[in-house]
Each structure stands twice: as structure tokens, then as C-alpha cells.
């Protein structure tokens, strides 16, 4: 299992090449692997996830956008079924089981081509710092008349 704790949170990034074509021209199953995703995964879904088709200028962009999103960020995903492939963004600013969660995301496209990227977000996020409101925009208000 993988965690990532550092900073702000962790942003798994999954290319999918060589994807199953019929998954990836699925509406119905990409909203339902965007509407059960988050639990699967200890994620908290506050939005029904919206999933439609795109058709572009150019044919070979046609696919699948769809995001959901949840307490900890955001899910998206985009695909191509014209050449077998799909973008997956999973952001939190929780840890997750990033394995568990890049595993799920490879079975349920078939990818047999998949690249993974995981990059930390926030760093210098100020965690557990607080600043009062008057401090941060204190230079925008005007006094009252």
C-alpha cells in the first residue's frame, strides 16, 4: 500500500494507453465508475458526477469527459476511443491508497499500456496555520461612509 502524507496532497495522474474501446465510449459506465470511485477509496463525493459526450473540430478528440467531485478535490477523466486511450486526474488533499486507486483505474479501462504519475502537491501549504480575514484582505477594504 501507498501513502502519501507530505504537504498538501497527493495528485495521481494515470495515462492509460491501449485501453478497452468499448469502456471508453461508455457514458453509463464512466458516470458509474465516477459515482462509486470515491467510496471505493475513502473519498467523499459531494457533487453526482457529470459525464458527457465531446465532439470536436477534430474527429480523432471525440470522447468521454467526466468529473466528480468530492470533499478532498476532484476526479476527472478523458478519453479518446479512437486511439485506445484516456486521461485519469485523481487530487486529494487527504491521503489515499494511491496503489489501491491506480490499480482500480487501470482494471476498469483494460489498459495494457499504463503510464502513472504522482506528484505532491503544496508543499509549503501553511497546514494548521489560520489567518484572520481582516489580515488577508485587509488591504482591499475600503473604510465606511
Known amino acids: 500500500m501507498t501513502m502519501v502524507d507530505a504537504g498538501f496532497g497527493p495528485h495521481l495522474m494515470l495515462d492509460l494507453g491501449d485501453c478497452d ?3 471508453l465510449n461508455d457514458l453509463s459506465y464512466i458516470f458509474n465508475l ?3 470511485l470515491p ?3 475513502g473519498m467523499t463525493k459531494i457533487t453526482q458526477p457529470y459525464v458527457f459526450p465531446y465532439e470536436g473540430l477534430v474527429p480523432d478528440d471525440e470522447g468521454i469527459t467526466g468529473t466528480v467531485i468530492i470533499a478532498e ?3 476527472s477523466v478523458h478519453t479518446f476511443p479512437r486511439k485506445q486511450y484516456c486521461f485519469v486526474d485523481l487530487f486529494s488533499c487527504k491521503t ?7 490499480e482500480r ?9 499504463p ?3 504522482l506528484v505532491q502537491r503544496g508543499s509549503e501549504f501553511p497546514r ?3 489567518v484572520e480575514p481582516a489580515d488577508v484582505c485587509a488591504d482591499r477594504l475600503e473604510p465606511m461612509r
Open 21 to 23: 474501446v468499448s469502456r
Open 34 to 36: 465516477l459515482n462509486t
Open 39 to 41: 467510496d471505493e477509496i
Open 105 to 113: 483505474l487501470i482494471e476498469a479501462f483494460g489498459s495494457r499500456r
Open 115 to 117: 503510464e502513472v504519475h
Open 128 to 130: 494548521g496555520m489560520l
Open 73 to 75: 478535490s476532484h476526479i
Open 96 to 102: 489515499f491508497d494511491v496503489e489501491r486507486a491506480r
